[in-house]
């Protein structure tokens, strides 16, 4: 089931294709998955400009079409993107300061991984390419990860998961030529390495535990300012969970001990490396990518931006609260799950919640929170097996075969 999933997912994507914008943030690691795979910085600019140049007349073009005036018909004319190539020449896109650059050369494993792709492919098609396929098998450990956490279901459980997975904004995002792709395989892949110490036998410790590690690693190199907040929070979810009785286990212990040993590594590395911290964030955030003077009161902006952008928030969801009732569903779902799954999705709805409170964008929230729905993925399936079909309705004799059957 998981492979015809997965299957399914990357043929529909491909019909998806034209239809997936390439962004600012796109081009970014366009350039930098050329350079990875060999060409000269100017080659590199050169190239990517062309590439963003070409998207933004396909975009516009696709636009053009569906719009109703005159000279839409019979067909608008299709640009080229001279005009545009001959704008860029071979500088840097703007935004193009080096302190708002740096921000995505601290970040190499995305287009690191995607340079054979780029180079093959070319950079939209290869950075889609990679996208899909990461977000394809992300549903796949999802699907993994329901069978070790719950192994007497069937497979239509852990299949509900990597649907969802699909489904939801997880998938939306994490098919687009940015990193979403990738931190969300290092996410689902912990979370995997996690339940498989949730099981407790001493094989499934020692690879669960090494799994952890290695996603910690792999979203260090994706994102590193999303891999220290995660690794904090488990931290704190493993403690709680070993300070109840009932939650207590060596799962949990191996899971602190990993993920105190990675916030450790993390933290050092940065230091070291001089990694962008969250003043310089705050900065590009209230200077327009350093095209504007430096705010001289950042933290205070910070806090006010933040109170007007959650309530526009909670009024916009509200008109539609799939977030937060799909949530309340996946957290009693997870009272089934091991503690430390339990405390790795909870931290991971965390970490989303944190990066919108240090980028309270409104246009970004949805995509910046992305992590959010990781509880729900995992979560809900648990409750609909739990609820939907293993409760027996005595009311109706007849129906208590097909109540008591396991999803």
């Not at 964008?361 to 929170?369: D, F, G, I, S």
């Amino acid at each position: 089931m998981p492979a015809l999933l997965f299957l399914l997912f990357v043929l529909v994507q491909l019909l998806a294709l034209p239809a997936s914008s390439f962004s600012n943030d796109s081009y970014r690691y366009d350039l930098l998955a050329r350079q990875f795979s060999g060409e000269s910085a100017v080659s590199a600019r050169l190239a990517a400009n062309a590439d963003y140049c070409a998207e933004m007349a396909r975009q516009d073009y696709r636009g053009q079409l569906l719009l109703p005036a005159a000279g839409s018909f019979p067909a608008p004319v299709k640009s080229d993107g001279a005009i545009c190539r001959a704008r860029l020449g071979a500088t840097v896109l703007p935004p193009n300061d080096p302190r708002y650059t740096r921000i995505f050369s601290t970040r190499p494993g995305y287009p690191l991984l995607a340079a054979p792709f780029v180079a093959l492919l070319g950079g939209p098609t290869g950075l889609r390419v990679v996208s899909v396929l990461l977000t394809g098998l992300a549903g796949t450990l999802v699907f993994a990860t329901l069978r070790v956490v719950l192994p007497s279901a069937r497979r239509l459980v852990a299949g509900t998961g990597q649907v969802l997975c699909c489904l939801t904004p997880l998938g939306t995002y994490g098919v687009r030529p940015l990193s979403e792709g990738a931190a969300l395989f290092c996410l689902t892949a912990g979370l995997l390495g996690v339940a498989l110490c949730g099981d407790g036998r001493r094989p499934r410790l020692w690879a669960g535990g090494a799994l952890l590690a290695a996603a910690y690693l792999a979203l260090g190199f994706v994102r590193y300012a999303e891999a220290l907040p995660l690794a904090l929070v488990t931290v704190l979810g493993a403690a709680v969970c070993l300070a109840l009785p009932r939650r207590r286990s060596a799962g949990a212990v191996v899971v602190g001990a990993v993920s105190l040993a990675a916030f450790v590594g993390l933290a050092v590395a940065g230091g070291m490396l001089r990694l962008p911290s969250l003043t310089l964030s705050l900065d590009d955030l209230f200077s327009a990518h350093f095209t504007q003077p430096l705010a001289p009161d950042p933290r205070a902006r910070l806090a006010v931006l933040n109170l007007r952008m959650w309530w526009q928030w909670a009024q916009s969801t509200a008109l539609v609260p799939a977030l937060p009732v799909a949530l309340v569903l996946g957290v009693l779902g997870l009272r089934r799950a091991p503690g430390p799954v339990a405390a790795y999705t909870a931290s991971c709805a965390v970490t989303g919640i944190a990066a919108v409170v240090a980028h309270p964008l409104a246009y970004e929230a949805e995509r910046l929170m992305l992590p959010i729905w990781l509880p729900i993925v995992v979560g809900l399936p648990l409750w609909l097996a739990s609820v939907n079909f293993a409760r027996r309705v005595d009311e109706h004799p007849s129906s208590r075969g097909l109540a008591s059957t396991r999803l």
